[in-house]
T-cell receptor, first 113, second 116 residues
Framework: KNEVEQSPQNLTAQEGEFITINCSYS?????LHWLQQHPGGGIVSLFM?????KKHGRLIATINIQEKHSSLHITASHPRDSAVYIC??????WGGGADGLTFGKGTHLIIQP | DTAVSQTPKYLVTQMGNDKSIKCEQN?????MYWYKQDSKKFLKIMFS???????INETVPNRFSPKSPDKAHLNLHINSLELGDSAVYFC???????????????FGPGTRLTVL
């Protein structure tokens, strides 16, 4: 079974700072999700990666398949970026031939004005 | 237009009752999932359905049963509710293909279940 570790668990930063959240997993995967969950509770998919790097606005996600590691970066952070960021990996073969998402425990990010 | 919808948004009930949560997706996806988010905010998969066939059943009590009348709907039935079932339940959907790009998941808004 895949183990997904995220760091840090909690992060408080000042507005404008560059933010990095890291994710490591133990078993080879077909794709990795970065998800955002706001205090209201809804979950939004930010990125899905299977290789390389993706950028959307101020958000950048990278993945290194060989090292089993991904990072989510936020440039010019803003208080509205405050949320829980969750890494989730999708394995085609997992738990007896089935597949699905395995989640990290999330990183609680607070951006102060 | 809501891509993945769930009803109800909140559900408060007594121990021992039977309840259902409904999920519908209008994205044309062929796979739907149920996830449970516990009090520590940790998400864990419960079930997935692909073309009306159960393909995951992760160590979930048999009091929980998914029912899919068609590939746009996956309802979650819970019998004999227990205090420990209190959580937020999320429905999601995706394509299930060989290419990873097909597997992006879209989540519903969640159903907060409170068992008293």
């Amino acid at each position: 079974k895949n183990e997904v570790e995220q760091s840090p668990q909690n992060l408080t930063a000042q507005e404008g700072e560059f933010i990095t959240i890291n994710c490591s997993y133990s078993v080879g995967i077909s794709a990795l999700h970065w998800l955002q969950q706001h205090p209201g509770g809804g979950i939004v998919s930010l990125f899905m990666l299977s290789s390389g790097k993706k950028k959307h606005g101020r958000l950048i996600a990278t993945i290194n398949i060989q090292e089993k590691h991904s990072s989510l970066h936020i440039t010019a952070s803003h208080p509205r970026d405050s949320a829980v960021y969750i890494c989730a990996v999708f394995s085609r073969v997992w738990g007896g031939g089935a597949d699905g998402l395995t989640f990290g425990k999330g990183t609680h990010l607070i951006i102060q004005p | 237009d809501t891509a993945v919808s769930q009803t109800p948004k909140y559900l408060v009930t007594q121990m021992g009752n039977d309840k259902s949560i409904k999920c519908e997706q209008n994205l044309g996806h062929d796979t739907m999932y149920w996830y449970k988010q516990d009090s520590k905010k940790f998400l864990k998969i419960m079930f997935s359905y692909n073309n009306k066939e159960l393909i995951i059943n992760e160590t979930v009590p048999n009091r929980f049963s998914p029912k899919s009348p068609d590939k746009a709907h996956l309802n979650l039935h819970i019998n004999s509710l227990e205090l420990g079932d209190s959580a937020v339940y999320f429905c999601a959907s995706s394509h299930r293909g060989l290419a990873p790009s097909y597997n992006e998941q879209f989540f519903g808004p969640g159903t907060r279940l409170t068992v008293l």
